[in-house]
């Protein structure tokens, strides 16, 4: 068995990578909660089809980028007129409200005062800030936007703000989609994460133009993967593999990103498709019936295609463990929603105030609403930090024996929570199991995202040594857990 360093990084309980016995404990997925609206996307250049919304945490300044559209159905039902696409800009300091910053820069409707600082683009763009240590000024952000002939190309800015086209990036997938790429200082390479298809009929990964203009069709969207250590010579693609196998679902997005509170690991938000036509019966009682069924004799699939979000997990960016389960669904019935588009997340994630007094940050992540109704309105969901998924062990009692491993540190620190009778007791095992004295927390109650541990024992005395976690459990969840270093004030 390979022995696993984990050092003083923070584990995050998302998996079962790290288990090596478990009786009553389970993974379990946790759903964000709505905390409102943070940007009404209802300017002249905005509209009903605004989306492929990404969130750049710059130092602090969370910077918001997003597609202005919209699309209105012609009162015939025959077509959908859309306005041109353009790329705007907002700000935030809090993550809780959204400003649109004037960039004076391209006119629309015969003014410049507005937010777009791109109006070349024809569907979808990403950006992202390079964290690269040897990355070049002039190249510090950068955009993917697939373009026309299924590439896609690559921009390049200094600012943020002003961006130039350079060169084609890759041309092996069907780029219609937010493809997302990123500095991993783990592995010390890039990734890119691209949409392809396969199925009947599709050549290289790509579309032909006979699938693009079919009201249906039999082609799979996935999601795939390379990698670099300059931004120019990549390794050959990969399709993702799901780990255990899963149905060969539509993934519309991909949304991969390393996990800011524990680098080691990616987390992706997959905006799942699936075609309802045969379904029709249905359509009669979603909301918006008139305005539906004009979306559905116009333009087929934008009115029968149904749309939610789930959450996948990797450790090396190839392997993904994904739910079955939506993590985000449209909700309860009401006016604008069970639309193709709903469950679509921004990129990127904000670590925000609590709302209540005196509570601890949480995650907070974006997602648009009555997308293809009335303008878009980004809203905020929020969840416990580290809170997407954890060990779950409901009232009757359970345990979880890790695999050996190694840390650093003389403290260890849990993100758990239990209910009044519940608990999380944790004691440090030999490699062989045998429990090493000294080092059992007794039952541990409450509800933190950062407690300490106390043993009787120094775990400076185990650091580097190899021992497991016996982890026992009743009505108890385990977010995370991390060692940390000894500090030295000498």
């Not at 993917?144 to 590439?151: A, E, F, N, P, V």
């Not at 739910?323 to 909700?331: D, I, Q």
């Not at 974006?366 to 809170?387: E, N, T």
Request: proline fraction near 4%.
């Amino acid at each position: 068995m390979d022995i696993i360093n984990i050092g003083s990084r923070r584990e995050v309980c998302w998996d079962e990578f790290l288990m090596d016995q478990t009786e009553g404990v389970r993974v379990q997925m946790h759903r964000p909660e709505y905390r409102g609206v943070v940007l009404d996307c209802n300017a002249p250049w905005e509209g009903n089809v605004c989306g492929y919304f990404v969130l750049v945490n710059d130092r602090g300044l969370f910077r918001l980028y997003y597609r202005g559209m919209n699309h209105d159905v012609d009162q015939d039902a025959k077509t959908i007129k859309s306005l041109p696409a353009t790329i705007c800009y907002a700000e935030s300091r809090d993550g809780k409200a959204f400003q649109r910053v004037p960039i004076g820069k391209i006119p629309v409707y015969g003014t410049t005062d507005n937010n777009v600082i791109l109006d070349t683009i024809r569907d979808n763009i990403y950006f992202f800030k390079d964290t690269n240590p040897d990355c070049a000024p002039e190249a510090l952000y950068k955009g993917l936007s697939g373009g026309g002939g299924q590439t896609l190309w690559l921009y390049e800015s200094a600012d943020g703000i002003n961006f130039e086209k350079k060169r084609v990036l890759a041309d092996d997938g069907a780029y219609d989609s937010l493809n997302v790429a990123f500095w991993d200082e783990t592995t010390e390479q890039y990734f890119l994460f691209y949409r392809g298809v396969h199925g009947e009929g599709t050549v290289d990964g790509k579309w032909t133009m006979e699938q693009a203009r079919a009201r249906h069709n039999k082609v799979v969207r996935d999601v795939r993967v390379r990698t670099s250590k300059d931004f120019v010579n990549w390794s050959e693609p990969q399709m993702i593999i799901f780990d255990p196998e899963r149905d060969d679902l539509e993934l519309y997005t991909n949304q991969v990103q390393p996990y800011y509170r524990a680098r080691h690991m990616f987390i992706g938000f997959p905006h799942r498709y699936v075609d309802r036509y045969e379904d029709s019966q249905n359509f009669a009682y979603l909301p918006d019936k008139e305005h539906r069924e004009r979306l559905i004799r116009a333009v087929g699939r934008v009115g029968t295609a149904m749309t939610d979000a789930v959450v996948m997990t990797s450790r090396d960016g190839l392997h993904f463990r994904r739910t079955e389960e939506a993590f985000m669904t449209a909700g309860i019935e009401r006016e604008g929603n069970w639309y193709y588009g709903d469950g679509s997340f921004a990129y990127g994630m904000a670590e925000t105030d609590g709302d209540r007094p005196g509570s601890p940050k949480e995650i907070s992540m974006y997602m648009g609403v009555d997308y293809r109704f009335d303008s878009v309105k980004l809203c905020r969901y929020a969840l416990r930090l580290d809170g997407f998924f954890s060990w779950r062990c409901d009232y009757q009692p359970g345990a979880v024996v890790t695999k050996p491993l190694t840390f650093d540190g003389d403290l260890l620190s849990i993100n758990f929570a239990t209910s009044a009778l519940g608990y999380v007791r944790i004691r440090l095992l030999s490699e062989d199991g045998t429990p090493i004295d000294g080092f059992d927390s007794g039952k541990l109650f409450g509800d933190s995202v950062d407690r300490p541990v106390d043993f009787a024992g120094s775990l400076a005395a185990l650091a580097g040594k190899l021992v497991r976690l016996e982890i026992s459990m009743s009505d108890a969840d385990l977010y995370s857990f991390k060692f940390t270093p000894e500090v030295n004030f000498g």
